[in-house]
């Protein structure tokens, strides 16, 4: 069977892909290609937010209030590591601390990133396969008017409240895709990006080289769902970080840096008037709506996505 | 003012050592040598159980009814590490987690064993000084009927079950005492070796190169407590060690393995009878109650001890 392959970024895309994968008969053929841009090295551990994030939701273990994280986790160690000095800025919980021991301790074995990632996913009874975009080290830098950040830095620490100016991907030039990566979007049935940031989740994804060669190959049987709807983002900053580019936040200039790839793309009905301005840039537009408030909304747009790409269930 | 030194196990030594604390007008004073034999790497951090007891006794922190780890700790992130196939033999508390993390952390870092310890015991608010009894790795290896063990696998794995026909530490002919460890024993008021198992404990630390020969040109300021009383160990399997290996279980063969460097032996009232034989071994003999079922047993233990040393509070 071939595959359903999605690029996703954390809290947008867990929840998009959560609703994908139940409207699947078979959610063994999704694979998902996860950012590890936003991976850092905290407390001597190794801690890929946003694969967790899709693992705990496909997983059935994410803490639906918060986004990220399990669900009623604890923080007792964490507490622990301040009154031992340590910074206490990333919160980690104490059952996502072990996600973060096995991983660190699989790579220090010398596992690569995507073995890891296969043995948790698999103990967590994920189907999906999740796969992150590299092994190797990916480092988003966020470069702002206080100087470069590391993402974490920037986006936990200081509450991504510092204006953007640029992104950069230190090693992406140097990194090879996790191996599987290209094949599977060569040979995908179909191809969805997430509704996902496009500076600090998906940005990283395409800056592997190949990949985005490999997705204009495949236009035609690619979606995007828009992060941006009303002109602002459903979470996180990526509609403030469009605006400190000097970008207008609006779901069409989403379009626009995808548009060498992207063949479909899918509106919130809120953005419906710029359908012409979509379709002017050669992508058919889907309008429907993309606010996923809980799992109904989650499972419509997950058909209408797979309705768009004419994938059966 | 000169130090009073202590060589230590694990939970023997740390409640006698609160005793001491508690006695001292000075805690400072007391310079504690503990073993790191048992240090052992899981789930990639580096645990050191035995600094562990005694760093949370003397900070406050230590549960009671255990004898290790914090005081109230929970278990969370074992019980998912369980759930991502690690083994959880080894019990980690989720507080208790925060100190291996400091202490791996600070040990990648290329800081000491003995600096790491020394900034985690600060954090605690541990008043006397905590000293690895080497910044060199030392494993105590068991050795057993079912082959050589590592001693937490034959302690907490396999419950101490094995029959032990001898022991080993492995790296200690090639490591150095840490700084300042022979030159507070040269210049200590007094020297108490805790009760702690002579063969797991108390061994490891003399097993260091230039120990053992410090405390001999101490001898007539060295005083041992018996961990064995009335032929069994208080905790721990003191007393089938000996007996598995051919020795009497008595407080007296406890004190022939110390003769060349014990000068007081201080054993328990039920053990009095063996007064005669420990003085024939040169050493002068001590009766109180050693078994400390709270804290004023432990006070009274540190008063005899520092009674016997001449050493006022």
Request: with cysteine; aromatic share 4%.
């Amino acid at each position: 069977m071939k595959p359903v392959v999605a690029l996703a970024g954390g809290v947008g895309a867990a929840r998009f892909l959560d609703g994908l994968a139940r409207v699947m008969g078979d959610p063994e053929r999704l694979y998902v290609v996860g950012n590890t841009g936003d991976d850092a090295v905290i407390h001597g551990l190794h801690i890929s937010p946003d694969l967790d994030t899709v693992m705990y939701m496909l997983g059935g273990v994410a803490d639906p209030e918060r986004g990220w994280g399990v669900r009623g986790d604890t923080f007792h160690c964490l507490e622990a590591l301040g009154r031992l000095g340590a910074e206490t800025w990333f919160q980690l919980g104490d059952r996502d601390l072990a996600t973060h021991l096995r991983r660190t301790e699989g790579l220090r074995k010398g596992l690569t990133l995507a073995q890891v990632t296969a043995e948790i996913t698999a103990s967590l009874g994920v189907r999906p396969a999740l796969v992150p975009m590299s092994n190797e080290r990916v480092r988003t830098i966020v470069q702002t008017p206080a100087g470069e950040l590391e993402f974490q830095r920037y986006f936990v620490a200081r509450r991504a409240r510092d204006r953007v100016l640029g992104v950069r991907f230190d090693g992406a030039k140097r990194a090879k895709p996790s191996p599987g990566v290209l094949d599977a979007v060569a040979e995908a049935e179909a191809i969805v990006v997430c509704p996902s940031n496009p500076f600090i989740s998906i940005d990283p994804i395409l800056a592997i080289p190949g990949v985005r060669r490999a997705l204009r190959r495949r236009r035609d049987r690619v979606a995007a769902v828009s992060p941006i709807v009303g002109g602002h983002a459903i979470k996180g900053p990526a509609a403030r970080m469009m605006k400190s580019q000097g970008i207008r936040p609006a779901a069409v200039e989403v379009a626009r840096r995808y548009a060498d790839f992207v063949g479909v793309f899918i509106l919130d009905e809120v953005d419906r008037r710029q359908c012409a301005a979509v379709g002017q840039l050669g992508i058919r537009p889907a309008v429907t709506n993309t606010i996923m408030r809980g799992e109904p909304e989650r499972i419509a747009l997950a058909r209408t996505v797979m309705g768009e790409l004419g994938l059966t269930p």
